[in-house]
């Protein structure tokens, strides 16, 4: 393979989400989330799973920080925990928790690491759930009140900026198919918490207009759909499920519209939106982050209420968590981003896989070849996108650290460096020390 050269300024770095790391989850003054309350409920996550500790990194954030500049990240994507900030969801600000993210920022900027920050990685308010949550109209001002809160503190050393993080994944696994909180399980309440969560979207960016001076955008879990057959079954199904996944949020976010096929899938669900809502949602974005996993082979079938669903590739290599390899999906979807919604900026905000690594060896090695191997062509097929013109400006590791993965536990280990739970030591894995050399190289050795 030729030298991969990738642009100037194209920032490397790593991804985390505060309730996946941070541990300490009602430490000084903060308030419960709803996944504080989900995972403290019998029976929602593997063997009873929680965030009370994970990673400890509420504690040892600063031996984090040193982690990330011996590994020489260049940028940090972190998210906050709303309800360290606003313990009740609005109102009251807790100032130990804005001062926790504020002493983390100074220490990653000290270390000459770019923080990128993400307002909403689906750790609700606990006391906002029990105000109706999404569901609840009022959420747009909630969010708008706990995102300005956090531009008037930190926006002078953040300079990008996330509202939310997968709109998609908070609603069908939040509720539509209840594997994550809040756990519901209505496909009523799906269309009216996705339309929320997008005016929320909307506000925030509306208020940091007023109060910001840096970028902010929206991020979200895309992934090209490829029919299973050339059936008129499988291609109409294919492209519900496009239309579900890839065009739900980034088409009223940057075109002002929903897709059409979403009233199809939804049928009496689907509500008639009001345009003020439209034009609310669609605000000018400075940049979009990609999460990018894997790819959809889609067939027709029964399921409620897509009636699509993905097809086992009989010669695919499939990760611990059962998503296809996949890499030139990620240069097929970006090049449709590019096609779709013009010249955006685009940074690759999640990307990585979880596959069984052995613990770790005498010396403090862990071999994780087949992680090497994913990132490794993943990066390129990012690289082939920028070739094709796509502009895409960094690409942030999923993940800095093995973590709390949800509804499954730490039965997943995604991270490019390893933490032995019980001791919370660190070590980090081969593909951190190859990830080192891609970032020294600018992707030249690749
Ligand atoms: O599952 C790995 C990560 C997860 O740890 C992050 O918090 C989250 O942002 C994230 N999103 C995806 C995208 N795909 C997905 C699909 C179905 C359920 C959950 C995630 C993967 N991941």
């Known amino acids: 393979m030729s030298q991969r050269t990738f642009p100037d300024g194209f920032l490397w770095g790593a991804a985390t989400a505060a309730h996946q790391i941070e541990g300490s989850p009602m430490a000084d003054g903060a308030g419960p989330s709803i996944w504080t309350r989900f995972a403290h409920t019998p029976g929602m996550t593997l063997n009873g799973d929680t965030g009370d500790v994970a990673c400890d990194h509420y504690r040892r954030w600063k031996d984090d920080v040193k982690l990330m500049r011996e590994l020489g990240l260049q940028a940090y994507r972190f998210s906050v925990s709303w309800s360290r900030i606003h313990p009740e969801g609005t109102g009251r600000v807790n100032q130990a928790g804005v001062d926790f993210y504020s002493r983390l920022v100074d220490e990653l900027l000290e270390n000459g690491i770019e923080p990128l920050l993400t307002l909403y990685h689906w750790d609700l308010p606990a006391a906002l759930e029990d105000r109706g949550g999404w569901l609840n109209r009022d959420s747009a001002d909630w969010f708008a009140e706990y ?14 900026w996330v509202t ?11 509720y539509l198919h209840g594997a994550l909180a809040p756990g519901h399980r209505s496909k009523y309440e799906t269309p009216i918490a996705s339309h929320n969560l997008m005016r929320a979207h ?39 499920a496009h239309a579900y996944m890839n065009e739900q949020y980034l088409d009223p976010a940057l075109l002002g519209r ?4 979403l009233k199809e899938i939804f049928g009496d669900a689907w509500p008639d939106w009001a345009a003020a809502d439209l034009e609310l949602i669609r ?5 979009i982050g990609i999460n990018y996993y894997t790819r959809s082979v889609t067939q027709a079938n029964d399921s409620y209420p897509l009636k699509a669903g993905a097809v ?25 981003v590019k096609e779709r919604y013009g010249d955006i900026p685009m940074y690759i905000t999640e990307n990585g896989a979880a596959f069984f690594d052995p613990p770790v060896a005498e010396g403090g090695r862990v071999r994780d070849p087949l992680r090497m191997d994913y990132l490794q062509k993943h990066i390129g097929a990012v690289h082939d ?17 093995d973590n709390l993965e949800w509804s499954l536990g730490y039965s997943k280990r ?9 001791t919370q030591e660190r070590t980090p894995k081969d593909s951190a020390r190859w990830y080192s050399k891609v970032i020294a190289s600018h992707g030249a050795s690749l």
């Not at 929903?258 to 096929?261: I, M, T």
């Not at 990760?319 to 390899?325: H, K």
């Open 202 to 240: 909307g506000a925030a960016v509306k208020a940091y207009r007023d109060i910001g001076k840096h970028e902010i955008g929206l991020v979200v879990n895309i992934e090209p759909k490829y029919p299973a057959s050339d059936s008129a079954e499988d291609t109409a199904a294919t492209k519900r």
């Open 385 to 401: 996108a920028i070739q094709a013109g796509c502009d895409i400006r960094g690409y942030m590791l999923w993940s800095l650290l």
């Open 312 to 336: 086992r590739q009989p010669l695919g290599t499939y990760t611990e968590t059962g998503w296809e390899v996949y890499p030139k999906g990620l240069t097929d979807l970006l090049v449709w």
């Open 283 to 287: 605000q000018q974005l400075d940049f």
């Open 147 to 160: 995102g300005s809160t956090m531009y008037r503190a930190l926006d002078g050393r953040v300079k990008k």
């Open 258 to 261: 929903y897709p059409p096929e």
């Open 414 to 422: 995604f991270g490019m460096v390893h933490v032995n739970y019980g």
């Open 164 to 174: 939310l993080n997968e709109p998609w994944v908070i609603t069908d696994g939040g």
